[in-house]
């Protein structure tokens, strides 16, 4: 080898070492770099790759069906077909609503709505365009979906209320979610849900919803859906079988629609479960699941009988004559009055200045409790309460239920009121006036009851005084609602059966209020008490000319009512009607009790 | 005259070949196979199927060039340059559009890339030049402006296309070859300061691709759904990947379309989420051992040609690896350089198994005494 050669072999092996050693230094850097991010850094890039790919979605639950108490389904969930839309998707949306009213019914309010949706959702979850669509109407949009970007059809379940207007106000029914009612339970981003508005739909909203599923799913880079990776099938709503008997339910709702507007409540007087809570007029609820029309609505508003509101809970009225019994045991339990007290009735009698009518204008004679009652003599409660106050009939009241909620499972139940010395003092800044207690005594005046008071005040007194509280629910998902034990009002049971026999008589004797309607059938058999309350005073001019109550404008007649409980003995049943401006509780009310006391010894729901 | 030396048999070349860079050789290629065909899917189409058949024929071809005599290839080296300046020029006049910048000519059957064979002209040539000077020369800047100019005018034309990963690696692989032929230090320390000097003029002189390419390795998250989502997700699917990998065909970010460019420049993070970092690194080791043996084999060498050839195709080899990998990992702006054997690419790897058949050249012919003049 030549100096030369050498020279450069020595120049060439020196460098050779040193840029290898270089070479060695950048692969070190890069393994260290590599190191760095998939072993110190994998969490974090593992949770950005997850996120990148996995997308949540959330699966529909079936809401639960509301049953009656033999299983009879009064809310289910039937098939529908629906179109949705996914903002992101559609390019201009002016465009679709135009296109889609080639094919659909596309009203400007569906339009708003839609548009608030979008607003409120992101852009890449669907949003309900129409819904309750027929086969006909989906496959004329399935055809022409290439021209409808983001349009998607879809098959769904849409609420229906098999038994329409004899459930409305019970079951209710359910509507799109508004915003206020938002929560951030996820289920309700599902598009098209639903939630209870009224009713058993509304008061068990959380039982009948069930959980939403989620489905975990791949997506690529342009979000489209590869596969999908774990799933949680969603939790179906608890059914809820209420205490009802739709047949019965049906049947009474047929019945009172005989009425311009009334309301009626059938209970069990000993577990307090209702079989039938009716209020005339009503409405089809799928009216509201499906879509109501404006016109629809406004009409439904416009209806002075309220056919949205349940007059059995909602509804105030003062009890009249129905009150009767109330009057009558706390003068016995007071101590102050004797069972054997009697009064004789001249048709008026006078307080201080004022004079108070017996509704019979030539009187009764000489009355006791059993013939005051059946008869319904004014005069005998007058003086009896003029004897007591008012607070101990308050109070008496208040035992039977009035006054206060009920705690029925059901939205929008009234109070009603009870009104003593204090009360008035409280709210009117005036003392009690003894001729309040008069008029009190015979269920006028300030007081107010709810239908369902009503019948709980009956049952209450037929099952041996105990403090049974209503109920409509029969069992929930696969539990049965337990039956608690009421407790006992404390009353003597020789003053219950006093008061009872003067409601028997009402019904049963000839000289009864509601002999008319007694039921003939043996074992049949009802008791009851009428009650005619008045809406506005009777003037004496009225009195004197003789001007009969049904000639008065519907508004100002007064309401009919009734109580009324069956069989006779060991009574099992208790029903309270009011027939709002019915002119008169023998005549309007007590044939409607009548018939559905028949109608529910024939059915024996409690059987 | 060099060719009065003995002229070697087939058979007495063949223990002179060097077995070991051979099988690496064929594991690396094995390993894009695989790769590619994951990056389908799991599927040999569109590429792994086309990539197997290139690699068998360059394969081929690499042992041929080996066998050939090492001072037929010396005679070679300027017109290989020649020869491969010409089509990058060619490039130029008459290109195609692909991907933003103008790099190949189509001939039909491969889209030839001038860009990857004008790096391995650049070595050849160089190593020609400074077999042919004494050490005295060498020490002489005022010599080194011709082969400076082997080296700026190719750099120049790669750049104009532009493609300035290349023109990088090509500068970077010419200086290497600069300083293994025994060029003073203080040259090179001048060079580097008066580049560093250029740096703001250079910047002009970028296309705002390239611009944004910098600018956003600078600050990747500073728009992740734009420039910034290659380096993002390339980060994403290698640190998601952690020490043993998703496994075979299981890189969601790959399969999912995350990933972009996975069959090509990126093929890199493909092998390293579904591989992790034990896959990561054994691939490492084959380059390494790889680069090992083309200075070993240069080392062994006993003619200044030789070893410049040998050394200088390890080192473009290496620079080829090097910033590939840099990039897929955020160290250094995406300049789109390709992983040597496994990226899709016809080109990349022909240039690639060209030169290791070179080095192979080199090995056998490692006693041959060549005359610095022919």
Known sequence: MSKNDLERYNAFSRRAFILGGLHLGVFGALAARLGYLQVSKQDYFSTLADENRISMKYLPAARGQILDRFGVPLALNEQDFRIFLIPEQARDLEAIFHRIRDFIPFSLQDQERVMRDIRSKRAFMPVLLKDSLNWEQVSRISVNLPELPGVSVDEGRIRTYPLAESTAHIVGYVGLVAPSELTDDPIMMLPGFRIGKTGIERSFESKLRGKAGTSRVEINAVGREIREISSQPGQDGARIGLTLDAELQIYCQTRLAQEKSASAVIMDTVNGQIYAMCSSPSFDPNLFTRGISAEQWEELLANPAVPLTNKTVSGQYPPGSTFKMITALAAFESGLVQTGHSVYCPGHIEVGRDRFHCWRRGGHGNVSIVRALSESCDVYFYDIARQIGIDRIAEMARKFGMGSRLGIELPGETPGLVPDRQWKLGHMGQNWQLGETIVASIGQGYIQTTPLQLAVMTARLVNGGYAVRPTLIHSIGAKPNPEPAFASLNIEKRYLDLVLRGMNEAVNHTRGTAYESRIEEKGFDMGGKTGTAQVRRITARQREEGVRNEDLPWRHRHHALFTAYAPLDRSRYACAVVVEHGVSGSRAAAPIARDLIKKTMERNPAS | MYFEQHSMTFFEKLPRLSYGLILLVLITGLIGVMALYSAAGGDFEPWAFRHGLRFAIGFAGMLVVAMIDIRWWLWLSYPIYLLSVLLLAAVEVKGHIGMGAQRWIDLGFMRLQPSEFVKIGVVMALARFFHGASPAEVKNPLFLLRPAVLVLLPAALVM????????????????????????????????????????????????????????????????????????????????????????????????????????????????AEEWGLTGAAILFLIFLLMIFYGFLIAHTSNNQYGRLVASGIAVNFALYVFINIAMVTGLIPVVGVPLPMISNGGSAMLAVLFGFGLILSVGVYRDVKLARKL
Do not use: C
């Not at chain 2, 611009?211 to 910034?228: H, Q, T, Y």
């Not at chain 2, 970010?253 to 972009?260: A, C, E």
């Open chain 2, 160 to 271: 104009m296309q532009p493609d300035l990963g290349t023109a990088v690696a090509l500068v970077l692989a010419a200086g290497s070859i600069f300083f293994l032929a025994g060029v003073s230090y203080w040259v090179f320390a001048a060079v580097i300061a008066a580049a560093v000097a250029a740096m703001p003029v250079l910047w002009h002189f970028l296309r705002d691709y390239q611009k944004n390419r910098i600018l956003v390795f600078l600050n990747p998250e500073s728009d992740p759904l734009g420039a910034g989502y290659h380096i993002m997700q390339s980060k994403i699917a290698l640190g998601s990947g952690g020490i043993g990998g998703k496994g075979f065909l299981q890189g969601t970010q790959s399969h999912l379309n995350f990933l972009p460019e996975k069959q090509t420049d990126f093929i890199f993070t493909l092998l």
